[in-house]
Nanobody
Framework: QVQLVESGGGSVESGGSLVLSCAASGFTFTNYCVAWFRQSPEKEREAVAILNSSGATKYLDSVQGRFTISKDNAKNTLSLQMNSLKPEDSAMYYC??????????????????WGQGTQVAVSS
């Protein structure tokens, strides 16, 4: 049974840091494109950070330089280091995996596996 389980969300003050983790079971990340998406009540789900199977990364412009996506193939986990957090980073964060890295207009398209989400709240 394929499962992605996120952890690490919480409430922090502006300028703080959080590390989100995503543990996979039922499949291995090795040959998959993996990503972190986020969604807030007023916005559609958007790609925050993508890591393809070749190791290339792509970030949402607003998080470039503050967030870092990484993967541990031995532990089959995905992480998102988030520094210098801003109130506008507040959202539900989801990890996802798929053979392809299809993102259309910043929105996920056809991703196979999703976690249940972990909430991040940043106060000013």
């Amino acid at each position: 049974q394929v499962q992605l389980v996120e952890s690490g969300g919480g409430s922090v003050e502006s300028g703080g840091s959080l590390v989100l983790s995503c543990a996979a079971s039922g499949f291995t990340f090795t040959n998959y494109c993996v990503a972190w998406f986020r969604q807030s009540p007023e916005k559609e789900r958007e790609a925050v950070a993508i890591l393809n199977s070749s190791g290339a990364t792509k970030y949402l412009d607003s998080v470039q330089g503050r967030f870092t996506i990484s993967k541990d193939n031995a532990k089959n986990t995905l992480s998102l280091q988030m520094n210098s957090l801003k109130p506008e980073d507040s959202a539900m964060y989801y990890c996802a995996a798929d053979v392809y890295c299809t993102v259309v207009g910043g929105r996920p398209s056809g991703w196979s596996y999703w976690g249940q989400g972990t909430q991040v709240a940043v106060s000013s």
